[in-house]
């Protein structure tokens, strides 16, 4: 009777987002985690469960930290990762006893294991890795790097330990 009747309001789709997802941080069954591998130098992993209080905290603090450390998100140079134990498809399930924990994978390879309590010591390792000149970063993004990476370990400006940490 209306034809081809279109809404000037188009419905919308609703997004399937975990609960320990955001903008920063994606969930890791939704994701290629070898292909994720191979195009960051640093990937991050939380493993996380949903009735874990101490996860909430990790939660809050990881995405401060992520937050800091868009441009190198957004340009494939670190990446973060939620893994939720309590899900079938997880991949870390059976490296966990302590939840949070953060696996840290440099160059494809698994160099760090933290527990949500030593975040400080996750701090300073990404500090560390960020601060690793790398030849394979796009000429552009290493010109644009702040000071603070372009040599050495990063300077007092780049507080991610002191504001996160801490808290």
Same mark, same amino acid.
């Given at each position: 009777?209306?034809?081809?009747?279109?809404?000037?309001?188009?419905?919308?789709?609703?997004?399937?987002?975990?609960?320990?997802?955001?903008?920063?941080?994606?969930?890791? /069954?939704?994701?290629?985690?070898?292909?994720?591998?191979?195009?960051?130098?640093?990937?991050?992993?939380?493993?996380?469960?949903?009735?874990?209080?101490?996860?909430?905290?990790?939660?809050?603090?990881?995405?401060?930290?992520?937050?800091?450390?868009?441009?190198?998100?957004?340009?494939?140079?670190?990446?973060?990762?939620?893994?939720?134990?309590?899900?079938?498809?997880?991949?870390?399930?059976?490296?966990?006893?302590?939840?949070?924990? #953060?696996?840290?994978?440099?160059?494809?390879?698994?160099?760090?294991?933290?527990?949500?309590?030593?975040?400080? &010591?996750?701090?300073?390792?990404?500090?560390?890795?960020?601060?690793?000149?790398? /030849?394979?970063?796009?000429?552009? #993004?290493? /010109? &644009?790097?702040?000071?603070?990476?372009?040599?050495?370990?990063?300077?007092?400006?780049?507080?991610? &330990?002191?504001?996160?940490?801490?808290?």
């Amino acid at each position: 009777m209306y034809g081809n009747y279109t809404s000037a309001y188009p419905e919308k789709k609703p997004v399937a987002v975990t609960s320990q997802e955001s903008i920063y941080i994606k969930d890791i /069954q939704s994701q290629n985690f070898g292909e994720l591998l191979q195009v960051n130098k640093i990937v991050v992993v939380k493993a996380w469960a949903s009735w874990c209080e101490p996860c909430k905290v990790a939660k809050e603090k990881t995405e401060q930290l992520a937050s800091q450390l868009t441009d190198y998100i957004n340009n494939n140079y670190i990446c973060f990762l939620n893994d939720n134990i309590d899900h079938e498809k997880s991949i870390h399930r059976k490296k966990v006893d302590v939840v949070p924990t #953060f696996f840290v994978y440099f160059k494809g390879e698994l160099k760090n294991v933290f527990t949500g309590v030593e975040f400080d &010591n996750l701090v300073e390792v990404i500090r560390t890795y960020l601060s690793e000149p790398d /030849q394979q970063v796009m000429p552009q #993004f290493q /010109q &644009n790097m702040p000071q603070q990476f372009q040599q050495g370990m990063p300077t007092q400006k780049f507080s991610i &330990n002191s504001d996160l940490s801490r808290q």
